[in-house]
């Protein structure tokens, strides 16, 4: 027996097609066709393949810097096997290595974890028609043909078309995003091209049956089915590079390249002058690990994680540490509408009634607000309007205690407008009750309220103004029913994309105990109330500020254009042109690069359609930063170059996915994480530009007492520093001086200036420029202070003959050299600003780190046993003052670099 062909649009079937088409009846299948199915199609669950641990923990090395590492640790590891000192060398190497794999190790792992919360979403068991009786089965074992039967609170178990149902209503808002429970049909759908949120007669595997029950036939289980393909897109989606990591690795690899060929020639000239070929090979990698920056990985995570933590403070927690500063160059936020820009509670907000519109304030679940006509009205002034309020409060079956709400949210926006027109449970008691049924489109109540019986309507306008005959003035009155004008009004409603309802009631007999069909008839129409889902005054403001900062927002949401052109509006965003999935699906790929450069609203979009908008902007040249809390937003969550999931409302799935998470679930969260995030990209330009110079320096020193050892006697008996104080330079300092400067305060308008573009490099002519004018004014006077001071210890020959006062001598250049670089820490505070532009206690840090730098430098200098490691001695106090002036040349250079090129900078800008 074969298995049958499932079809690939099973909405547009009717019932009997779509059983013939899955070879299946009402019966369901019997046994040996259940069997057969599930050994053709596979177990219903979604399968995938983890990447081993130890795997994963080897492509950590898989980095041009900690190569180069690798290989400089293995080169210093074997000198030391052969005698020369270069063990501490090794052991820092080798540990700076092994801390960044383990870091990044830790944080790697996130695609599996979001396929496992994947899996997690099936269900375990379900109620199924097997040989025309019902049974429960593992879900597992579900196959295309099977039918289930579903009830409220069951979480759907496969794909399932619909074949019964009895006032059946969906929660799909974790795959479609739409926050309203959907009601479901079994009519055919004969559209070609539907979103999973136009599947009307279609359920789909984990989601949950909110309201009544239903028949279904099984049409895809497992990868086939909507959760499985997702499942297939957040395996195939890439974990690209962020814009930090792509420009540290071209930062790398240039600055490699720049190291090794430096080497190589200070190697093959030491040969060309003579030198014998190992203390060339020494020379050269003594260079080779003076120049490179050990710790500027650590330095570079150190900065992420700080702002990491300071994030987390702002609600902001972040995942993958890149992202801490991909945010700060982020030029396009692609939102979900729901929850993220807007209170994700229906509230109503406009009103009609007594021929007069009020508008409504106060938000979300706020109990307290204003009925505004040109000023805010008292209620109870207003007979119209309170009777009205009146009608959705008590034809209604939500609840509000505490200011918490339960029940149906059109329910409960109606029950707090009342409440913020003051009602309240007064006695009033339900005698009967017509529940609301899709088929008829109204709800109606018969209340004992203060001794009398009232019936009171709720429904579609044209429904209730159906059953109505006369409607009220302002002052409270019945007058004729002026119809046309009502559905006028309700169409302006709707047109604002409000949820509209009418209202209508009448008092009847006291003795009336029941609801019958002719009591509906001759109602007065109270008028109508209009409802949506309301932008946050936060999302307003981070929308405005994402505007001033040169971010662009775009909404992507699975609910309806009207809504989502309506919302956009409100929130300040173009909203000119709404595009719909269904119009996506038919751009080719050159065309949906050109549509989201000019729209930024999205409509009735299903998962695919949010993974192409983000990989078509990021193509465009755009960082791109993707919101999301349900399943359907994991593919477009992994493809940004940043994914924001969603705290509180977010599925499991989508914060896996994301490389941050919002405690709060507010679009304004995301505006002060992008703030930080320029404050850790500055950081991370001070940081640089200050441990490079200092690293240019150790190996001009390595490299001039090489090229200088020919003519000058000293340079050939010993470097102006020995390897292992270039060590202490290149870790103890950048610890102590090069971290403080992560500590500086935010600069002002961060969040006035566009993003940086794309295309900008950690190395330009700013850069290679201090480099080589801060490695000479650092390096000089380290040469200057070892020749002045060490001279007369070695003979014309380079012979030593006081060894004493040549390891003074370097232990005086190795203190003139913390002197200098003092002398740039102090101005790299700020790369352009001068020194005195800025209060030199406003970083206590650097104070501290520059205090506790003198303090430790006493240690080797002054204790027998760190002297004897650190090859250092003390030198008379008179040597004092010639080594503190090493505290001005890098000082006067960097000064007069920022001094030249405001200058410049000025002259450009003026007339």
């Known amino acids: 027996m074969t298995a049958p062909v499932i079809p690939e649009r099973c909405y547009a079937l009717d019932r009997e097609q779509a059983l013939a088409a899955l070879e299946s009846s009402a019966s369901g299948l019997d046994a040996s066709q259940a069997r057969e199915r599930l050994a053709h199609f596979g177990p219903n669950e979604i399968a995938f393949r983890k990447v081993p641990a130890w795997k994963r ?19 210093t590891a074997a000198l030391t096997a052969l005698g020369s000192h270069m063990l501490p060398d090794t052991i820092v190497i080798f540990s700076v290595v092994l801390l960044n794999a383990v870091l990044g190790f830790v944080q790697e792992g996130k695609a599996e974890g979001a396929l496992d919360a994947l899996r997690n979403m099936m269900v375990q068991e379900c109620l199924v028609v097997r040989d025309g009786e019902r049974q429960r089965l593992a879900a597992i074992e579900l196959v295309p043909g099977d039918i289930v039967v579903l009830e409220a609170g069951d979480k759907v178990p496969a794909d399932v078309r619909f074949l019964e149902v009895s006032n059946l209503h969906a929660d799909e808002s974790s795959l479609t995003g739409e926050s309203v429970p959907v009601e479901k049909t079994t009519d055919a759908l004969a559209n070609e091209a539907l979103v999973p949120g136009d599947q009307r007669n279609i359920g789909f595997s984990g989601t949950y049956i909110s309201q009544g029950g239903a028949q279904a036939l099984v ?28 420009k540290m690795q071209e930062f790398v690899r240039s600055l490699i390249a720049a190291i090794l060929a430096v080497g190589a020639f200070n190697f093959f000239y030491g040969l060309y002058l003579g030198y014998a070929m190992s203390y060339s090979f020494l020379g050269a990698v003594s260079l080779v690990v003076a120049a490179i920056p050990e710790m500027l990985p650590a330095l570079v995570t150190s900065i992420l994680a700080l702002s990491g933590v300071v994030m987390a403070r702002r609600k902001a927690l972040i995942r993958k540490l890149p992202a801490a500063e991909t945010l700060g160059a982020t030029s396009v936020i692609c939102s979900d509408k729901t929850g993220t820009l807007t209170e994700n509670r229906m509230t109503v907000t406009r009103i009609y009634a007594g021929a007069m519109i009020y508008d409504v304030t106060g938000e979300g679940a706020a109990l307290k607000g204003d009925f505004v006509l040109d000023a805010p009205v008292a209620v109870m002034d207003q007979p119209a309007l309170h009777r009205l309020l009146q009608a959705g409060y008590h034809c209604n079956n939500a609840r509000v205690r505490g200011g918490e709400a339960l029940g149906d949210p059109t329910e ?43 019936l009171y309507v709720k429904g579609a306008p044209e429904v209730v103004l159906g059953m109505c005959s006369a409607e009220l003035d302002g002052a409270g009155d019945s007058r004729p029913l002026e119809k046309d004008r009502a559905l006028e009004k309700a169409g302006c409603f709707a047109s604002d994309a409000l949820r509209t309802l009418g209202f209508a009631g009448k008092k009847l007999e006291s003795d009336i105990q029941d609801l019958r069909a002719e009591d509906l008839q001759g ?20 929308v405005a500020a994402c505007r001033r900062a040169g971010i662009r927002t775009v909404m992507i949401t699975g609910d309806h254009p009207d809504t989502a052109q309506a919302v956009a509006r409100q929130l300040g965003i173009a909203a000119q042109h709404v595009m719909t999935g269904a119009e996506l699906t038919a751009l080719s790929e050159a065309e949906l690069r050109n549509v989201v450069q000019k729209v930024s609203v999205y409509a009735r979009v299903a998962p695919e359609h949010k993974k192409a908008i983000a990989e078509a902007l990021k193509a465009n040249g755009n960082v791109v930063a993707m919101t999301g809390d349900g399943v359907n937003d994991a593919p477009a969550l992994k493809a940004a170059d940043i994914g924001v999931a969603m705290g509180v409302g977010g599925t499991e799935v ?5 490389d941050m998470v919002l405690e709060d679930d507010n679009f304004a969260t995301i505006v002060a994480a992008v703030e930080e995030g320029r404050h850790a990209w500055n950081n991370l330009q001070k940081a640089i530009l200050y441990t490079l110079p200092t690293n240019a320096a150790q190996a001009l020193l390595i490299m001039g007492a090489i090229l200088l050892a020919a003519s000058v006697p000293i340079f050939s008996a010993r470097f102006v520093l020995e390897p292992v104080q270039i060590l202490w330079v290149n870790l103890l300092d950048s610890v102590l001086l090069t971290m403080p400067l992560m500590l500086e305060r935010k600069e002002h308008g961060l969040l006035d200036a566009p993003p940086r573009p794309a295309n900008v490099h950690i190395i330009n002519a700013l850069f290679l420029q201090r480099v080589l004018l801060l490695g000479l004014a650092i390096s000089l006077p380290g040469f200057l202070i070892y020749y002045h001071f060490g001279h007369a210890a070695v003979g014309v020959n380079g012979e030593i003959l006081d060894p004493l006062l040549l390891t003074q001598a370097q232990t005086a250049a190795f203190w003139g050299i913390l002197l200098a670089h003092f002398g740039y820490l102090l101005s790299a505070r700020s790369i352009h600003r001068s020194v005195f532009s800025f209060s030199p206690f406003s970083n206590p840090w650097l104070l501290g780190g520059i205090a ?24 008379p106090a008179e040597w004092w003052p010639l080594i503190l002036l090493c505290f001005v040349p890098s000082f006067v250079a960097i000064e007069a670099d920022k001094a030249l090129r405001t200058t410049i900078r000025r002259r450009r800008l003026s007339p």
């Open 523 to 542: 109602l007065c129409f109270f008028g109508l109330q209009g409802m949506i889902d309301p932008p946050k005054a936060s999302a307003i403001e981070a």
């Open 219 to 246: 049409f895809a289980t497992g990868s086939a089915t909507a959760f499985g393909q997702i499942a297939d897109m957040v395996k195939a989606a890439e974990s690209t590079a962020t814009p930090l990591q792509q």
């Open 57 to 75: 923990f080897l492509l950590q090395f898989n980095d041009p810097m900690v190569i180069i590492l690798l290989v400089t640790a293995v080169i």
């Open 654 to 658: 989508a914060k896996e996915a994301a």
């Open 852 to 875: 506790l730098s003198i303090a430790i430098r006493f240690v080797p200098t002054l204790i027998p046993e760190a002297s004897a490691l650190f090859r250092t001695a003390p030198f």
């Open 412 to 454: 409960v926006a109606l029950r707090v407008a009342g409440i913020k027109g003051g009602l309240v449970d007064g006695g009033e008691r339900r005698l009967a009750e017509m529940p609301f049924d899709s088929s008829v489109k109204f709800m109606a109540v018969l209340l004992e309220q203060g001794g009398e019986r009232w």
